[in-house]
């Protein structure tokens, strides 16, 4: 097991397979650098994959404190710093796109070359002053109700039925058995009342002025049958100079997992995009 010990003293986990130019990838909410099994299957043979786990996730040392979106970002500073050094290539995955978007907003792409973010939204939560093509184009879809249902049930002990609940509206029905106990069995590793904090730092936060000051070559990619509007995803993409957007349709795994259910298409957009 590979550790590196970020400035506040913590242990993140990580991995390293293949050679070439590195490629960091970033988990989301309540996930693990597990989940990109077939990522790093699919691309080792082209980039030298880092797959790491966010503090408190997976293998990492789970500290009582940090669990906020700008500590996540300073924290790949340190995996691009001392594991990928001195450039990489990053992908964010749903919560991790909002962990580059943080690391943009604070070191303004130093360190970084190519960016990938996957589906998700700029605002997620619904604000009433909202028009309906801004809720379509900002993806604000939570209601301060819905959210704090999930954040109480988080941090009252009902991880074990609140998590399992929102993964099923993540994957399309045609997931496998097993993909989907590998999914509940990797979520149930993190504990409810961290879960909460990440949670409550994630979905309260405006990320909408950041897609215009991305300064690297940029590719976003939607789940057409994602819980995530496409819309919000195409639209963050617009604001981003230069980016490209891709989607994959919901007949073909294009929900919000869709790095799992269809790992051949997403891994040919990821590796064509890097390679230009």
């Known amino acids: 097991m590979a550790t590196v010990t970020t400035n506040d003293g913590v242990a993140l986990h990580y991995d390293v397979a293949g050679t070439g130019a590195p490629l960091i990838l970033v988990h989301g909410w309540n996930q693990t650098a597990a989940l990109f099994e077939r990522q790093v299957e699919g691309l080792s043979d082209r980039f030298r994959v880092i797959t790491f786990d966010l503090r408190g996730h997976g293998e990492s040392q789970r500290p009582d404190h940090g669990y906020r979106v700008s500590r996540y970002a300073m924290d790949l500073r340190t995996v691009i710093s001392e594991v990928a050094g001195p450039r990489a290539h990053v992908l964010g995955h749903s919560m991790g796109c ?35 093509q801004d809720i379509t184009d900002y993806g604000s879809i939570l209601s301060a109700e819905a959210f704090f249902g ?127």
């Open 98 to 132: 909002c962990v580059l978007w943080s690391y943009f907003d604070l070191f303004a792409g130093d360190g970084l070359d190519r960016v990938v973010f996957v589906d998700m939204m700029t605002h997620p939560i619904a604000n009433p002053a909202f028009s309906e």
């Open 150 to 276: 999930i954040y109480n049930g988080l941090t009252g002990g009902a991880a074990g039925q609140v998590v399992p609940g929102l993964l099923e509206g993540m994957v399309t029905p045609n997931i496998s058995t097993e993909d989907m106990a590998w999914l509940l069995a990797e979520n149930a590793r993190m504990p409810g009342p961290l879960s909460a904090r990440e949670f409550f730092s994630d979905i309260l936060a405006d990320w909408r002025d950041v897609p215009p000051r991305i300064n690297r070559p940029a590719l976003y990619i939607a789940g057409e049958g994602s819980f995530v509007p496409d819309s919000a995803t195409r639209w963050a993409a617009e604001q981003t100079p230069g980016a490209t957007f891709e989607s994959i349709a919901a007949d073909e795994g294009g929900n919000h997992f869709m790095f799992i259910e269809n790992p051949d298409r997403f891994n040919r957009l990821v590796a064509d995009f890097l390679s230009a």
